[in-house]
């Protein structure tokens, strides 16, 4: 979008000044903080453009101006760049991240991700990870014949993950017939990663009769589940009695949006993009688009990949959440977080 000089120093202005005093910004506020030289009245007709181009809204014919959602990407692409953080900042940042003596969990690396992001930007702060599969290789599958006619199959990937899934058979088998179809499967998918084990499972078994071969057909339907490459993610959230205390949750249906996010915090990472560093203003969902913010930034922990952000409204200080994700992103650098602890069993 085309903005004047004149455009883009009164949209900026209006913009900081309205994240920080939450009200609507009047013409004669503007005139006396940007110093142009210009009337009230030349400010109020340059207000008059930017609110016919979309980027400004007036609530009342009496007040002043407010920034809509395509006014803070504007101000966002065009000025924001990361704030300079105190070095009393940087230095709690270090300290809480990087412990000495053994590092710890990822679970509880995230929990002290998302809780210095919501107690330095008085919105919620959250960390979601996804150990990194793709490279993990089949080590064994068992199965367990069960009552009623059910199997148990155990597929174990050489990182510990366990995956496991309930599959019916038409009857029950002789021991020797169950050993016979799961050597059969270990002998097609050892060593295989997950996904080539569902590309080679059909093909290999196509030749085998007889009840093992059958019985190796039923594990190879629920391939999907047993041999899925997307991990379950682990996710922390801090920050919600922080984000409330802002003026825009005095409205019950903002309040109300708010937690239908809250409740669901295994989406946040959802559709942000994988790497760098990312504004997103209109926080989506299945059904709409809610009026919050996210500041984001991709990072890795040792084998898991994820993110770090900050969620508020879109009267956000960008600026101050950019620094805080990249500062925290650049100290994750230096983390490898241990393991959680035995094997982590997946349904």
């Given at each position: 979008?085309?903005?004047?000089?004149?455009?883009?120093?009164?949209?900026?202005?209006?913009?900081?000044?309205?994240?920080?005093?939450?009200?609507?910004?009047?013409?004669?506020?503007?005139?006396?903080?940007?110093?142009?030289?210009?009337?009230?009245?030349?400010?109020?007709?340059?207000?008059?453009?930017?609110?016919?181009?979309?980027?400004?809204?007036?609530?009342?014919?009496?007040?002043?101006?407010?920034?809509?959602?395509?006014?803070?990407?504007?101000?966002?692409?065009?000025?924001?760049?990361?704030?300079?953080?105190?070095?009393?900042?940087?230095?709690?940042?270090?300290?809480?991240?990087?412990?000495?003596?053994?590092?710890?969990?990822?679970?509880?690396?995230?929990?002290?991700?998302?809780?210095?992001?919501?107690?330095?930007?008085?919105?919620?702060?959250?960390?979601?990870?996804?150990?990194?599969?793709?490279?993990?290789?089949?080590?064994?599958?068992?199965?367990?014949?069960?009552?009623?006619?059910?199997?148990?199959?155990?597929?174990?990937?050489?990182?510990?993950?366990?995956?496991?899934?309930?599959?019916?058979?038409?009857?029950?088998?002789?021991?020797?017939?169950?050993?016979?179809?799961?050597?059969?499967?270990?002998?097609?998918?050892?060593?295989?990663?997950?996904?080539?084990?569902?590309?080679?499972?059909?093909?290999?078994?196509?030749?085998?009769?007889?009840?093992?071969?059958?019985?190796?057909?039923?594990?190879?339907?629920?391939?999907?589940?047993?041999f899925e490459e997307r991990a379950v993610p682990t996710v922390r959230l801090e920050g919600a009695t922080q984000i409330i205390g802002q003026p825009e949750f005095q409205d019950p249906e903002n309040l109300r949006l708010l937690v239908k996010v809250l409740d669901h915090p295994e989406r946040l990472g959802q559709g942000l993009p994988g790497a760098g560093t990312t504004i997103t203003i209109g926080v989506a969902t299945d059904v709409e688009e809610l009026p919050f913010s996210i500041v984001s930034a991709a990072m890795q922990l040792?084998?898991?990949?994820?993110?770090?952000?900050?969620?508020?409204?879109?009267?956000?200080?960008?600026?101050?959440?950019?620094?805080?994700?990249?500062?925290?992103?650049?100290?994750?650098?230096?983390?490898?977080?241990?393991?959680?602890?035995?094997?982590?069993?997946?349904?």
């Amino acid at each position: 979008m085309q903005l004047t000089e004149r455009e883009r120093t009164v949209l900026a202005a209006l913009v900081e000044l309205f994240v920080r005093d939450a009200g609507p910004v009047s013409s004669g506020h503007l005139q006396e903080i940007i110093g142009l030289g210009v009337s009230s009245a030349t400010i109020r007709n340059v207000l008059q453009r930017l609110e016919e181009k979309g980027l400004l809204h007036q609530p009342h014919t009496s007040a002043g101006r407010v920034p809509t959602r395509d006014g803070y990407r504007v101000y966002v692409e065009s000025f924001c760049r990361p704030a300079r953080l105190p070095a009393t900042w940087v230095r709690r940042i270090h300290e809480e991240l990087l412990p000495a003596g053994a590092q710890p969990p990822v679970q509880e690396v995230l929990a002290k991700v998302s809780q210095l992001l919501a107690a330095l930007s008085s919105n919620v702060g959250f960390g979601v990870a996804v150990e990194d599969h793709h490279s993990a290789r089949v080590q064994r599958i068992e199965m367990v014949q069960l009552e009623h006619a059910r199997l148990l199959v155990l597929v174990t990937l050489d990182d510990g993950m366990v995956r496991t899934c309930l599959a019916p058979l038409e009857r029950r088998y002789p021991d020797l017939t169950l050993a016979l179809a799961e050597h059969l499967l270990h002998d097609i998918v050892r060593g295989c990663t997950p996904g080539e084990a569902r590309r080679r499972l059909d093909v290999a078994l196509a030749q085998h009769t007889g009840d093992a071969g059958t019985i190796a057909r039923v594990v190879a339907r629920e391939k999907e589940k047993l041999f899925e490459e997307r991990a379950v993610p682990t996710v922390r959230l801090e920050g919600a009695t922080q984000i409330i205390g802002q003026p825009e949750f005095q409205d019950p249906e903002n309040l109300r949006l708010l937690v239908k996010v809250l409740d669901h915090p295994e989406r946040l990472g959802q559709g942000l993009p994988g790497a760098g560093t990312t504004i997103t203003i209109g926080v989506a969902t299945d059904v709409e688009e809610l009026p919050f913010s996210i500041v984001s930034a991709a990072m890795q922990l040792g084998g898991w990949e994820g993110q770090v952000g900050i969620l508020g409204p879109m009267r956000m200080r960008y600026a101050l959440a950019l620094a805080l994700v990249q500062s925290v992103v650049e100290t994750l650098s230096g983390v490898e977080p241990r393991p959680e602890g035995g094997p982590r069993a997946r349904a």
